[in-house]
T-cell receptor, first 113, second 116 residues
Framework: EDQVTQSPEALRLQEGESSSLNCSYT??????LFWYRQDPGKGPEFLFT???AGEEKEKERLKATLTKKESFLHITAPKPEDSATYLC??????????????FGQGTILTVHP | DAGVIQSPRHEVTEMGQEVTLRCKPI?????LFWYRQTMMRGLELLIY????????DSGMPEDRFSAKMPNASFSTLKIQPSEPRDSAVYFC??????????????FGSGTRLTVV
């Protein structure tokens, strides 16, 4: 069974204070690792897909990286509008996991001005 | 594109009543997913369809839950009878296989269900 563990559960930063969120995973045949952002009262919003170890993706102040066991979401000089829950998910290739994402519990990020 | 459209946005019902949640996926997407989100358990996959055919319903909690996808532009999730423990936010999402590697899902805004 695919599993995703995110840490920390919650992270409080001052505006401009860079940090990283962690996503550890076990999956049968990784077909993709996904990062989403979720704002209160809304559905998750897709950010990145990473397919293989060593791959990196960037979007504004966010950069996602991938190794064979974990992914990091680096936030550089965050702003209050970056406050949200960040979700990590994996797409496996084995058995009934084909086609479906398994999500972690998420990290709640709060950026104070 | 209007995105994935779910209705209603909020539903309050009494225990024992039937509840029907609705979803219109993005046109052209061949996968449709129903997820449930709670504080305790996070996002849980209930069931997913590929080309309108149910592929995996192992996440459906029990026989009280059923889902249908009569055509490519509409799906329903029904709970009968509803119980207080079914209270959660239910999300519908759709995706496309594109070139063969699935991209990210597009989620709807969700239906917040409260069973009293």
């Amino acid at each position: 069974e695919d599993q995703v563990t995110q840490s920390p559960e919650a992270l409080r930063l001052q505006e401009g204070e860079s940090s990283s969120l962690n996503c550890s995973y076990t999956v049968s045949g990784l077909r993709g690792l996904f990062w989403y952002r979720q704002d209160p009262g809304k559905g998750p919003e897709f950010l990145f897909t990473l397919y293989s170890a060593g791959e990196e993706k960037e979007k504004e102040r966010l950069k996602a990286t991938l190794t064979k066991k974990e992914s990091f979401l680096h936030i550089t000089a965050p702003k209050p509008e970056d406050s949200a829950t960040y979700l990590c998910a994996v797409l496996g290739a084995g058995g009934t996991s084909y086609g479906k994402l398994t999500f972690g519990q998420g990290t709640i990020l709060t950026v104070h001005p | 594109d209007a995105g994935v459209i779910q209705s209603p946005r909020h539903e309050v019902t009494e225990m024992g009543q039937e509840v029907t949640l609705r979803c219109k996926p993005i046109s052209g997407h061949d996968y449709l997913f129903w997820y449930r989100q709670t504080m305790m358990r996070g996002l849980e996959l209930l069931i997913y369809f590929n080309n309108n055919v149910p592929i995996d319903d192992s996440g459906m909690p029990e026989d009280r839950f059923s889902a249908k996808m009569p055509n490519a532009s509409f799906s329903t999730l029904k709970i009968q009878p509803s119980e207080p423990r079914d209270s959660a936010v239910y999300f519908c999402a759709s995706s496309s296989t594109g070139t063969g590697t699935m991209g990210g899902y597009t989620f709807g805004s969700g239906t917040r269900l409260t069973v009293v």
